[in-house]
């Protein structure tokens, strides 16, 4: 296991060294918005072609050359609704994280949550590591958006993220890759190494919660990713919050209501209000 993670490791270092400059490249189309619902005239991600119809269940989707899935959970009004991404850890599957840490009741307030199933071409499930072209969950992103767009014509000032383990570190690197798309993030047992970090191209408000410093797979240490997340993007002017729990690799059973609550009070490109105060109905391991 040792082995396999130091190659790994030595090859995604030279995977980023050699594609760093695409997030510079990528033409930056969603900044903006007045947050109320209302669409802009033209779609913020670019052009469609070949959209699925989004509705409650699986739904088939083909972004880079692939065949791929999602597990939609739609809420009652999904027209001009805010959209969480939800991603699943090593071994799960898309109804899994919508099941088992209840994402499926942001529905309820208001959000179209939307579940990726990996492509099964990735050894640790997400391609979160590569910032190219051909990453695999990058094109399923950029698909899916405008897609969501031109259906529903969401709130693309209000687009979210979140995830645990695989799906935590899949989070984390779009915390890094899609600041310009993301209002916030919430990555669970996710984190990055200090030699994979990259300033996101503007301040982003991420809620990281990790289980301390038994939080870990193998011998990865998601205790000190984390950490490392946090400080790296208050240094760099963005809106960290920690939530550090005593749970080791889990997620706290408060999740999908943390995530609920952070994400309801962030909007694409503005300062995080809770850098003033954590909200009294926020868990108590959670800090600025």
């Known amino acids: 296991?040792?082995?396999?993670?130091?190659?790994?490791?030595?090859?995604?270092?030279?995977?980023?060294?050699?594609?760093?400059?695409?997030t510079e490249q990528r033409e930056d189309k969603t900044t903006g918005g007045n947050g109320t619902g209302s669409p802009p005239a033209e779609n913020p991600y670019g052009d469609v072609?070949?959209?699925?119809?989004?509705?409650?269940?699986?739904?088939?989707?083909k972004a880079g050359g692939l065949d791929r899935t999602l597990e939609v959970e739609l809420p009652a009004n999904p027209n001009g609704a805010p959209v969480v991404f939800a991603w699943h850890w090593l071994g799960g599957n898309a109804?899994?994280?919508?099941?088992?840490?209840?994402?499926?009741?942001?529905?309820?307030?208001?959000?179209?949550?939307?579940?990726?199933?990996?492509?099964?071409?990735?050894?640790?499930?997400?391609?979160?590591y590569r910032v190219s072209d051909d990453n695999v969950d990058l094109q399923l992103l950029d698909k899916t958006l405008p897609c969501l767009f031109e259906q529903y014509a969401i709130d693309h000032t209000r687009v979210h993220t979140t995830g645990h383990s695989a799906g935590g570190l899949m989070t984390s690197?779009?915390?890094?890759?899609?600041?310009d798309v993301f209002a916030s993030t919430a990555p669970f047992s996710g984190g990055v190494d200090s030699w994979a970090y990259s300033a996101p191209s503007q301040p982003i408000?991420?809620?990281?919660?990790?289980?301390?410093?038994?939080?870990?797979?193998?011998?990865?240490?998601?205790h000190d990713a984390s950490?490392?997340?946090?400080?790296?993007?208050?240094?760099?002017?963005?809106?960290?919050?920690?939530?550090?729990?005593?749970?080791?690799?889990?997620?706290?059973?408060?999740?999908?209501?943390?995530?609920?609550?952070?994400?309801?009070?962030?909007?694409?490109?503005?300062?995080?209000?809770?850098?003033?105060?954590?909200?009294?109905?926020?868990?108590?391991?959670?800090?600025?």
């Open 205 to 222: 408000s991420s809620l990281v919660t990790w289980g301390g410093p038994s939080d870990t797979y193998g011998v990865y240490s998601f």
């Open 173 to 179: 690197f779009l915390t890094l890759q899609r600041a």
């Open 1 to 22: 296991m040792r082995a396999q993670i130091l190659f790994l490791s030595t090859l995604l270092c030279l995977q980023m060294a050699c594609s760093s400059s695409t």
């Open 49 to 61: 072609n070949n959209c699925p119809t989004f509705a409650n269940g699986t739904v088939g989707i």
């Open 227 to 288: 950490l490392n997340l946090v400080s790296s993007l208050a240094d760099d002017g963005s809106y960290p919050i920690s939530c550090e729990h005593t749970l080791g690799h889990n997620w706290p059973p408060e999740a999908a209501d943390m995530a609920s609550q952070f994400f309801s009070a962030h909007q694409l490109g503005q300062p995080s209000d809770w850098m003033n105060g954590i909200p009294g109905t926020m868990p108590s391991f959670c800090s600025l």
């Open 95 to 128: 109804t899994q994280i919508l099941d088992w840490m209840q994402m499926r009741s942001l529905a309820d307030d208001g959000f179209i949550v939307i579940a990726p199933e990996a492509s099964g071409t990735e050894i640790y499930e997400w391609d979160n």
